[in-house]
């Protein structure tokens, strides 16, 4: 693997834990929906604030730990279903568009409540803008592949809670889109050997219609975002 042969061949960066840790917190604890600044002006300092090599290990981690949680939270409410109702759900990582065509209803989005406090429109969005703008450095400080799959499964539930979740498409949350697909593009194209696109991502790309995107304070539309274009654009070039 071309990121274990860098970290072994003497291109190892210089990483400090402690660092890690301390930009870890401040991401925590001075971001997210307490903080008193919109979430664009939150992705703008965050991004500012994670560049660096120790900055890129907290990004990547801050996505994966996402995924992570989102998927054991996912499991836990399809579990809770099963209890009250006997209905049994199956929950995939790889595609969870089944999962919420068949139960959307019935399903909370995780993004909003995880137990790391991660915002998907705050600390998210701009992990995800720092693991792309710095894709061509990854493989210096870990494994690109199991990231690109986080990033694709942030994706997927993602566009999946709009279409089935009731999740309202405002202007943060077709940010979120946008970064997710364009990084998951600018990590591609710096991968040697880079994986299948998984099902869901396929499924949108096969597809061409536009999404309205709302105004954050209000019901007005102010744009929209056509997904499939948006996926065809930057992985298949």
Same mark, same amino acid.
């Given at each position: 693997?071309?990121?274990?042969?860098?970290?072994?061949?003497?291109?190892?960066?210089?990483? /400090?834990?402690?660092?890690?840790?301390?930009?870890?917190?401040?991401?925590?604890?001075?971001?997210?929906?307490?903080?008193?600044?919109?979430? @664009?002006?939150?992705?703008?300092?965050? #991004?500012?604030?994670?560049?660096?090599?120790?900055?890129?290990?907290?990004?990547?981690?801050?996505?994966?730990?996402?995924?992570?949680?989102?998927?054991?939270?996912?499991?836990?409410?399809?579990?809770?279903?099963?209890?009250?109702?006997?209905?049994?759900?199956?929950?995939?990582?790889?595609?969870?568009? @089944?999962?919420?065509?068949?139960?959307?209803?019935?399903?909370?989005?995780?993004?909003?409540?995880?137990?790391?406090?991660?915002?998907?429109?705050?600390?998210?969005?701009?992990?995800?803008?720092?693991?792309?703008?710095?894709?061509?450095?990854?493989?210096?400080? #870990?494994?690109?592949?199991?990231?690109? #799959?986080?990033?694709?499964?942030?994706?997927?539930?993602?566009?999946?809670?709009?279409e089935y979740g009731r999740v309202r498409v405002d202007t943060d949350a077709a940010a979120l889109a946008d970064r997710l697909i364009?990084?998951?593009?600018?990590?591609?194209?710096?991968?040697?050997?880079? @994986?299948?696109?998984?099902?869901?991502?396929?499924?949108?790309?096969?597809?061409?219609?536009?999404?309205?995107?709302? /105004? @954050?304070?209000?019901?007005?539309?102010?744009?929209?975002?056509?997904?499939?274009?948006?996926?065809?654009?930057?992985?298949?070039?």
């Amino acid at each position: 693997m071309r990121w274990l042969r860098r970290l072994l061949g003497g291109r190892r960066v210089q990483l /400090d834990p402690g660092r890690q840790q301390a930009l870890l917190r401040d991401v925590q604890s001075r971001y997210g929906t307490h903080a008193q600044v919109r979430f @664009p002006e939150q992705v703008e300092a965050l #991004t500012a604030a994670l560049n660096s090599d120790d900055g890129l290990v907290v990004a990547a981690r801050i996505v994966s730990q996402v995924a992570d949680e989102a998927h054991a939270d996912l499991q836990a409410q399809a579990q809770e279903i099963h209890r009250r109702t006997g209905r049994r759900l199956l929950v995939h990582r790889r595609n969870y568009r @089944p999962l919420w065509m068949e139960a959307g209803h019935a399903l909370r989005w995780p993004l909003f409540a995880l137990p790391c406090g991660f915002h998907p429109y705050a600390q998210v969005a701009a992990a995800v803008a720092v693991v792309g703008s710095q894709a061509p450095r990854l493989d210096r400080v #870990t494994d690109p592949n199991p990231l690109l #799959t986080h990033v694709f499964e942030v994706l997927d539930l993602t566009t999946a809670a709009w279409e089935y979740g009731r999740v309202r498409v405002d202007t943060d949350a077709a940010a979120l889109a946008d970064r997710l697909i364009l990084s998951a593009g600018q990590v591609i194209a710096a991968m040697d050997d880079p @994986p299948r696109l998984p099902p869901a991502v396929r499924e949108l790309m096969r597809r061409n219609n536009t999404v309205s995107v709302h /105004d @954050p304070a209000g019901p007005r539309a102010v744009g929209g975002i056509n997904l499939g274009a948006r996926m065809r654009e930057n992985f298949l070039a």
